[in-house]
């Protein structure tokens, strides 16, 4: 029996790019807001909004599943939606776009954290993978710009790191990382790409091969790291 691989932001380009390397290890459930979504054959997928009550009943569903949870991949991520793009000054500023900004990129991901962790199993080694962002270092900020992006992405790789120290000591075998997947050409990153040079933008299938060749070697020591998608260390 394959063990259990739960991807949550499924329709992501990166995460779908991802579900094709983990369906050959692992049973893989794709979660995702839409009702339906095409998954490559085997993969199951279910709807899920995210909220508080619908990640309670995932994780209840999980619950009853024979095969371990032992993978566990968050895609889950906004830079732009229809009429707002990320703000470059401070005067674009505004509390519904911010508050919109930390509700997908950070609160979202730490419930994801805390309804699903506990299925997983404490007595084998299991990963929890948070996709964050390169600019959400604080020490390495020195184009400004992207104000709810940076700092939403920032507060995630705290709650990141925050239950990594915790489930060191509940999960000795857990290894939870947030990571960079690159610059990928996906509706996220569209409107900003034009100007980069060939070579500075992946495609989702290089993307996930080279997030699945750093996922595959990470270990239990490796938990609370911000990992590039090269495998080193990110600055905070
Ligand atoms: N593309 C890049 O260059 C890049 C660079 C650095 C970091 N990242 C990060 O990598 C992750 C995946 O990015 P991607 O480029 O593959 O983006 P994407 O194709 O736009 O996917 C993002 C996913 O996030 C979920 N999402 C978006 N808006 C949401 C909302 N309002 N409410 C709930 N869920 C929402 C959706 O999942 P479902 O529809 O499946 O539910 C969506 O598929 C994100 O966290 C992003 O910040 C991307």
């Known amino acids: 029996m394959k063990p259990l691989a739960v991807v949550l932001g499924a329709n ?48 209840e569903k999980l619950q009853n599943r024979e095969e371990p949870l032992t993978l566990l991949f968050c895609a889950v991520g906004v830079l732009h939606r229809e009429g707002s793009m990320p ?18 990129n950070s609160i979202v991901p730490a419930l994801i954290l805390k309804y699903l962790i506990p299925v997983m199993p404490r007595s084998e080694p299991a990963k929890a993978i948070v996709l964050s962002a390169k600019i959400a270092g604080i020490s390495d900020n020195r184009l400004g710009g992207w104000y709810g992006y940076r700092a939403s992405k920032a507060a995630l790789n705290m709650l990141v790191k925050t239950a990594a ?54 270990r239990p020591e490796d938990t609370g790291r911000f990992v590039h998608w090269d ?3 990110l600055p905070w």
């Open 231 to 233: 495998g080193s260390d």
């Open 87 to 104: 703000e470059k000054k401070l005067a674009e500023l505004n509390s519904e776009q911010l508050t919109h900004y930390f509700a997908i």
């Open 165 to 218: 120290v915790e489930l060191a000591r509940s999960h000795r075998k857990l290894c939870l990382v947030a990571m960079h997947p690159g610059t990928t050409d996906t509706p996220l990153s569209k409107p900003f790409t034009r100007s980069l040079p060939e070579d500075k933008l992946f495609t989702p299938a290089l993307t996930a091969e080279r997030l699945w060749s750093v996922i595959d070697a990470l």
């Open 12 to 59: 992501s380009a990166i995460a779908q790019a991802i579900i094709a390397h983990l369906n050959r290890h692992y049973q893989v459930l794709a979660v995702s807001r839409h009702e339906t979504m095409e998954v490559p054959e085997g993969v199951e997928h279910v709807q899920c909004d995210y909220s508080e009550s619908a990640l309670q009943s995932l994780a």
